[in-house]
Protein backbone atom coordinates (compact mmCIF):
# COMPACT_ATOMS: atom_id res chain seq x y z
CA UNK A 1 0.00 0.00 0.00
CA UNK A 2 1.52 3.37 -1.26
CA UNK A 3 1.08 6.35 1.36
CA UNK A 4 -0.79 8.93 -0.05
CA UNK A 5 -0.38 12.70 1.48
CA UNK A 6 -3.67 14.94 1.68
CA UNK A 7 -2.71 16.43 -1.79
CA UNK A 8 -2.73 13.20 -3.47
CA UNK A 9 0.65 13.00 -4.67
CA UNK A 10 3.06 9.78 -4.37
CA UNK A 11 5.57 9.44 -1.37
CA UNK A 12 8.29 9.56 -4.13
CA UNK A 13 6.90 12.93 -5.22
CA UNK A 14 5.94 15.04 -2.27
CA UNK A 15 8.31 17.76 -2.32
CA UNK A 16 10.36 15.33 -3.32
CA UNK A 17 10.49 12.75 -0.79
CA UNK A 18 12.45 9.38 -0.51
CA UNK A 19 10.16 6.54 -0.04
CA UNK A 20 13.16 4.82 1.03
CA UNK A 21 15.13 7.16 2.87
CA UNK A 22 12.63 6.08 6.32
CA UNK A 23 13.08 2.83 5.11
CA UNK A 24 17.34 3.19 5.35
CA UNK A 25 16.64 5.51 8.57
CA UNK A 26 14.82 2.88 10.24
CA UNK A 27 17.13 0.19 9.91
CA UNK A 28 20.16 2.43 10.52
CA UNK A 29 18.62 3.07 14.29
CA UNK A 30 17.90 -0.58 14.72
CA UNK A 31 21.56 -1.32 13.79
CA UNK A 32 22.59 1.50 16.56
CA UNK A 33 20.22 0.84 19.00
CA UNK A 34 21.06 -3.00 18.93
CA UNK A 35 25.17 -2.00 18.61
CA UNK A 36 24.82 0.43 21.68
CA UNK A 37 22.79 -2.23 23.18
CA UNK A 38 25.27 -5.12 22.67
CA UNK A 39 27.99 -2.74 23.65
CA UNK A 40 26.38 -1.90 26.81
CA UNK A 41 25.87 -5.58 27.73
CA UNK A 42 29.82 -5.74 27.17
CA UNK A 43 29.98 -3.20 29.51
CA UNK A 44 28.18 -4.57 32.13
CA UNK A 45 30.09 -7.62 32.13
CA UNK A 46 33.09 -5.92 32.27
CA UNK A 47 31.66 -4.06 35.41
CA UNK A 48 30.25 -6.37 37.11
CA UNK A 49 33.63 -8.66 36.53
CA UNK A 50 35.51 -5.58 38.17
CA UNK A 51 32.71 -5.44 41.01
CA UNK A 52 32.84 -8.84 41.45
CA UNK A 53 36.89 -8.96 42.10
CA UNK A 54 36.41 -6.32 44.32
CA UNK A 55 34.07 -7.70 46.30
CA UNK A 56 36.92 -10.54 47.24
CA UNK A 57 39.54 -7.23 48.22
CA UNK A 58 39.98 -7.82 52.15
CA UNK A 59 38.85 -4.09 52.72
CA UNK A 60 35.78 -4.25 51.49
CA UNK A 61 35.04 -7.71 53.08
CA UNK A 62 35.88 -5.62 56.37
CA UNK A 63 33.77 -2.62 55.44
CA UNK A 64 30.78 -5.03 54.23
CA UNK A 65 30.92 -6.64 58.06
CA UNK A 66 31.02 -3.51 59.76
CA UNK A 67 28.04 -2.30 57.57
CA UNK A 68 26.18 -5.24 58.67
CA UNK A 69 26.91 -4.47 61.85
CA UNK A 70 25.76 -0.85 61.65
CA UNK A 71 22.61 -2.06 60.55
CA UNK A 72 21.98 -4.75 63.20
CA UNK A 73 22.26 -1.93 65.39
CA UNK A 74 20.02 0.29 63.46
CA UNK A 75 17.70 -2.83 63.76
CA UNK A 76 17.23 -2.80 67.59
CA UNK A 77 16.81 -0.10 67.73
CA UNK A 78 13.87 0.06 65.60
CA UNK A 79 12.48 -3.07 67.31
CA UNK A 80 12.45 -1.50 70.58
CA UNK A 81 8.98 -1.45 71.88
CA UNK A 82 7.38 1.82 73.02
CA UNK A 83 7.73 1.29 76.81
CA UNK A 84 11.40 1.17 76.44
CA UNK A 85 13.56 4.02 77.09
CA UNK A 86 16.23 4.52 74.91
CA UNK A 87 18.99 7.59 75.11
CA UNK A 88 22.06 7.99 73.03
CA UNK A 89 25.52 8.72 74.25
CA UNK A 90 29.28 9.12 74.19
CA UNK A 91 32.39 6.96 75.67
CA UNK A 92 36.01 7.05 75.82
CA UNK A 93 38.57 5.82 78.39
CA UNK A 94 41.54 3.65 78.76
CA UNK A 95 42.64 0.09 77.38
CA UNK A 96 45.44 -2.52 78.63
CA UNK A 97 46.43 -5.34 76.23
CA UNK A 98 47.71 -8.54 76.71
CA UNK A 99 48.15 -10.76 74.14
CA UNK A 100 48.84 -14.38 74.13
CA UNK A 101 52.57 -15.63 72.86
CA UNK A 102 52.54 -18.03 69.75
CA UNK A 103 54.43 -21.53 70.06
CA UNK A 104 55.22 -23.84 67.44
CA UNK A 105 56.97 -25.71 65.77
CA UNK A 106 58.64 -23.30 63.42
CA UNK A 107 59.41 -20.77 66.13
CA UNK A 108 58.13 -18.65 69.01
CA UNK A 109 56.27 -15.29 68.86
CA UNK A 110 56.78 -13.22 72.78
CA UNK A 111 54.34 -10.37 72.83
CA UNK A 112 54.63 -7.38 75.47
CA UNK A 113 51.64 -5.80 76.81
CA UNK A 114 50.42 -2.46 75.19
CA UNK A 115 48.23 -0.14 76.06
CA UNK A 116 46.37 2.82 74.15
CA UNK A 117 42.61 4.68 74.11
CA UNK A 118 39.50 4.12 72.80
CA UNK A 119 36.07 6.66 71.89
CA UNK A 120 32.97 5.90 70.63
CA UNK A 121 29.24 6.40 70.82
CA UNK A 122 26.48 4.04 72.37
CA UNK A 123 23.28 3.55 72.07
CA UNK A 124 21.34 2.33 75.57
CA UNK A 125 18.11 1.08 75.37
CA UNK A 126 16.46 0.59 78.95
CA UNK A 127 13.78 -2.34 79.69
CA UNK A 128 12.69 -1.68 83.06
CA UNK A 129 15.91 -3.67 85.92
CA UNK A 130 17.58 -4.70 82.61
CA UNK A 131 18.77 -2.99 79.51
CA UNK A 132 20.24 -3.41 75.93
CA UNK A 133 23.38 -1.29 75.28
CA UNK A 134 25.04 -1.35 71.81
CA UNK A 135 28.08 0.81 70.78
CA UNK A 136 30.75 1.47 67.92
CA UNK A 137 34.00 2.27 69.00
CA UNK A 138 37.54 2.90 67.67
CA UNK A 139 40.20 1.58 70.02
CA UNK A 140 43.81 2.14 69.50
CA UNK A 141 45.81 -0.70 70.98
CA UNK A 142 49.04 1.14 70.56
CA UNK A 143 52.59 -0.35 69.56
CA UNK A 144 53.25 -3.84 70.41
CA UNK A 145 56.45 -5.40 71.04
CA UNK A 146 57.11 -8.40 69.71
CA UNK A 147 60.26 -11.42 69.58
CA UNK A 148 60.21 -13.23 66.50
CA UNK A 149 62.66 -16.36 67.17
CA UNK A 150 64.77 -13.70 68.94
CA UNK A 151 64.32 -10.94 66.88
CA UNK A 152 62.95 -7.92 68.28
CA UNK A 153 60.39 -6.00 66.45
CA UNK A 154 57.13 -3.88 67.23
CA UNK A 155 53.93 -3.04 65.29
CA UNK A 156 50.85 -1.21 65.83
CA UNK A 157 47.27 -2.44 66.29
CA UNK A 158 44.21 -0.27 65.93
CA UNK A 159 40.31 -1.91 66.04
CA UNK A 160 36.80 -1.14 65.15
CA UNK A 161 34.48 -2.72 68.49
CA UNK A 162 31.18 -3.16 68.63
CA UNK A 163 30.24 -4.47 72.08
CA UNK A 164 26.64 -5.40 72.66
CA UNK A 165 26.02 -5.73 76.36
CA UNK A 166 23.03 -6.76 78.36
CA UNK A 167 22.91 -4.94 81.42
CA UNK A 168 21.58 -5.89 84.56
CA UNK A 169 20.77 -2.66 87.40
CA UNK A 170 21.44 -3.59 90.99
CA UNK A 171 20.24 -2.15 94.36
CA UNK A 172 19.61 1.80 93.70
CA UNK A 173 19.80 4.82 95.45
CA UNK A 174 17.68 8.03 94.15
CA UNK A 175 21.32 9.14 92.35
CA UNK A 176 23.28 6.42 91.99
CA UNK A 177 22.29 3.50 90.21
CA UNK A 178 24.88 0.30 89.92
CA UNK A 179 24.97 -2.24 87.24
CA UNK A 180 26.79 -5.37 85.66
CA UNK A 181 27.35 -5.82 82.19
CA UNK A 182 28.14 -8.81 80.01
CA UNK A 183 28.21 -9.77 76.04
CA UNK A 184 30.08 -10.14 73.49
CA UNK A 185 32.39 -7.48 71.23
CA UNK A 186 33.23 -8.10 67.51
CA UNK A 187 36.55 -6.33 66.92
CA UNK A 188 37.78 -6.00 63.49
CA UNK A 189 41.88 -6.00 63.76
CA UNK A 190 44.20 -3.82 61.32
CA UNK A 191 47.46 -2.79 61.76
CA UNK A 192 49.87 -0.37 58.83
CA UNK A 193 52.38 -2.97 58.36
CA UNK A 194 51.34 -5.37 56.15
CA UNK A 195 53.26 -8.10 56.82
CA UNK A 196 51.44 -8.33 60.44
CA UNK A 197 47.89 -7.12 58.68
CA UNK A 198 47.89 -10.39 56.74
CA UNK A 199 48.79 -12.44 59.73
CA UNK A 200 45.26 -11.06 61.89
CA UNK A 201 42.06 -12.60 61.54
CA UNK A 202 39.53 -10.30 59.72
CA UNK A 203 37.30 -10.76 62.77
CA UNK A 204 37.81 -11.21 66.56
CA UNK A 205 35.21 -12.05 69.08
CA UNK A 206 35.99 -11.66 73.00
CA UNK A 207 33.70 -11.82 75.98
CA UNK A 208 33.23 -8.91 77.78
CA UNK A 209 31.82 -8.57 81.50
CA UNK A 210 32.02 -5.50 84.14
CA UNK A 211 30.83 -2.90 86.21
CA UNK A 212 29.23 0.28 86.20
CA UNK A 213 27.53 3.00 88.21
CA UNK A 214 24.71 5.82 86.38
CA UNK A 215 25.07 8.57 87.83
CA UNK A 216 22.42 11.28 87.39
CA UNK A 217 24.06 14.78 87.03
CA UNK A 218 23.23 17.89 85.67
CA UNK A 219 20.19 16.60 83.64
CA UNK A 220 22.53 14.08 82.24
CA UNK A 221 23.73 10.22 82.58
CA UNK A 222 27.63 9.90 83.77
CA UNK A 223 28.50 6.00 83.48
CA UNK A 224 32.05 4.98 84.92
CA UNK A 225 32.74 1.67 83.81
CA UNK A 226 35.33 -1.17 84.69
CA UNK A 227 35.53 -4.01 81.75
CA UNK A 228 37.49 -7.20 81.13
CA UNK A 229 37.47 -8.57 77.26
CA UNK A 230 38.20 -12.16 77.49
CA UNK A 231 39.64 -13.63 73.83
CA UNK A 232 37.06 -16.34 72.67
CA UNK A 233 38.66 -16.71 69.02
CA UNK A 234 41.82 -16.20 67.40
CA UNK A 235 43.73 -12.77 67.55
CA UNK A 236 46.10 -13.82 64.45
CA UNK A 237 45.71 -16.78 61.73
CA UNK A 238 46.79 -20.35 62.85
CA UNK A 239 48.89 -20.37 59.90
CA UNK A 240 50.34 -16.89 59.58
CA UNK A 241 53.87 -15.93 58.55
CA UNK A 242 55.51 -12.46 59.98
CA UNK A 243 58.83 -11.74 58.29
CA UNK A 244 60.93 -14.58 57.27
CA UNK A 245 59.17 -16.71 60.11
CA UNK A 246 56.00 -18.67 59.52
CA UNK A 247 53.64 -20.21 62.34
CA UNK A 248 51.20 -23.21 62.66
CA UNK A 249 49.88 -21.97 66.46
CA UNK A 250 48.20 -25.50 67.84
CA UNK A 251 46.85 -23.10 70.16
CA UNK A 252 44.52 -20.40 69.56
CA UNK A 253 46.31 -17.16 70.88
CA UNK A 254 43.97 -14.45 72.27
CA UNK A 255 43.68 -10.93 72.74
CA UNK A 256 42.80 -10.07 76.17
CA UNK A 257 41.60 -6.35 77.59
CA UNK A 258 41.30 -4.59 80.67
CA UNK A 259 39.32 -1.05 80.45
CA UNK A 260 38.49 1.82 82.20
CA UNK A 261 36.03 3.73 80.70
CA UNK A 262 33.59 6.82 80.91
CA UNK A 263 30.14 7.29 79.38
CA UNK A 264 27.99 10.39 79.15
CA UNK A 265 24.19 9.30 78.23
CA UNK A 266 22.08 12.28 76.55
Do not use: W
Not at 101 to 115: H, K, L, P, V
Not at 236 to 249: D, L, Q, R, T
Amino acid sequence: MDGVPPGGESLSEFRGYNAAAPVYGIARDAYFHNARRDGLKCKTLTNNSRTIGMLHHPMNTMTSRIRLACIAILLVALSAPSTAEAQLGVAAGLNFESIDDIQSTNGRATFDNASGYHVGVIYDLGLGPAGLRVGLFYRDIGDVDVSLSGVSDAFDVSMIDIPVDLRFNLTATPVIRPYVIAGPVFSFPSTGDSQYDDALEDVSVSGNVGVGLAIDALGVKITPEFRYAIGVSRFMKENASIGNVSFAASDVQRLNSVMLRVGIIF
